[in-house]
């Protein structure tokens, strides 16, 4: 008998916008990158974690158990292995549309056995939105294709009529590449520029209002981070908000283990558009007690990293001076 899972609760701070909405709810996102199987059991070497917390038949449970408490309206995951004999028909019978785009070279097929490639998956409730556009970018740096890759999903809310576009990524892994995640970086902004102002793409009122999900395997305090807060998009880190100061990230995202040490990172982002888009709640940070001496991944925990989660809104459209 394992004991049940700690309860993350969802946070809701002065400083986010209040909640009114009986016929308009807010807008669940989810990002979480979920450990692809084969790299977990195959090439992670998280020496902390009990083998039995890896093995797939249970592990997949507990994935799905964490989305389906908190039932979000877009779903945007890294490290998908088991998208088409797990996810895709799971989630579609629960309402969702799905959409998946494997690693050109993905590191899952040198482990053996593997489950095929892994990459991203975007999911979002058909009841709440209408699909308008889906691009399928991989990403480049100084014009190189890269192993990485990105999923843009255009949306249109079914009960408001307003555009959403939801990006979902997973940059370059490891430390000696930060100038390559800047890069990628800046392609993925480069992409979102022309996909939210777009004739086709773009929402009827202007501009559209943007979400991107990502494992950005870059802390705060490197360039790519940078390039996102200050670009001419006017994005905001949502999991900021939790901080006291309004303006800190969490102290980590993932936390593991492995032969080389103890590895404790906030390298996961959920960036959002203010000025259209105001964060109701977010789902707060485990404490050190609930991880757990022996981190992440855990019988608690399918995944080195956390799940974040937030509750976002539209905000009133401004008039329109003609
Ligand atoms: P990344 O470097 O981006 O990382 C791949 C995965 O490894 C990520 O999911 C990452 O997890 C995880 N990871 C990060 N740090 C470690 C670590 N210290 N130990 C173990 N795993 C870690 O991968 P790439 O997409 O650049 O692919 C690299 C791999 O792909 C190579 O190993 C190579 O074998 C293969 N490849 C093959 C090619 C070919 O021609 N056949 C071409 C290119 C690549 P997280 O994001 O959670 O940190
Ligand atoms: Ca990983």
């Not at 209040?18 to 992670?44: F, V």
């Not at 392609?187 to 202007?206: E, F, V």
């Not at 900021?240 to 102290?251: F, I, K, Y």
Request: with cysteine; aromatic share 8%; proline share 9%.
């Amino acid at each position: 008998h394992r004991p049940a899972r700690p309860h993350r609760d969802l946070v809701r701070s002065t400083c986010m916008a209040p909640c009114s909405h009986k016929y308009n709810p807010p807008i669940r996102i989810m990002q979480w990158n979920i450990l692809a199987q084969a790299l977990g059991e195959g090439k992670d070497g998280f020496v902390r974690c009990p083998l039995d917390a890896l093995n797939w038949n249970e592990r997949k449970y507990l994935i799905l158990e964490e989305i389906l408490t908190h039932r979000p309206d877009v779903l945007c995951l890294q490290e998908v292995d088991h998208y088409y004999d797990t996810f895709q028909p799971i989630l579609a019978r629960l309402g969702y549309q799905g959409s998946f785009l494997p690693k050109p070279w993905s590191p899952c097929l040198d482990v053996e056995p593997n489950n095929g490639p892994d990459g991203c998956a975007l999911f979002y409730r058909r009841s709440r939105f209408m699909p308008k556009a889906t691009a399928h970018l991989r990403l480049s740096a100084l014009m190189l294709p890269t192993n990485q890759v990105a999923i843009v999903q255009t949306l249109c809310c079914r009960v408001t009529g307003r555009w959403l576009c939801v990006a979902v990524t997973h940059l370059k892994a490891r430390s000696g590449w930060e100038r390559l995640r800047s890069a990628q970086g800046a392609d993925l902004l480069q992409s979102l520029c022309s996909i939210t102002s777009r004739g086709g793409n773009r929402a009827p009122s202007g501009t559209t209002p943007l979400v991107v999900c990502g494992d950005f395997n870059a802390e705060p305090s490197e360039d790519v981070y940078k390039r996102f807060s200050c670009s001419p998009l006017g994005l905001t880190s949502a999991y900021t908000l939790l901080s006291s100061d309004g303006h800190t990230e969490p102290p980590y995202t993932t936390w593991k283990v492995r032969p080389s040490g103890e590895s404790r990172s906030t390298l996961d982002y959920i960036w959002y558009t203010p000025a259209a888009l105001s964060i109701e709640s977010l789902l707060d940070i485990p404490s050190e007690e609930q991880i757990g001496p022996d981190r992440l991944p855990s019988y608690h925990y399918p995944s080195d990293h956390l799940s974040l989660l937030c509750d976002l809104s539209f905000r009133e459209e401004p008039h329109r001076l003609l």
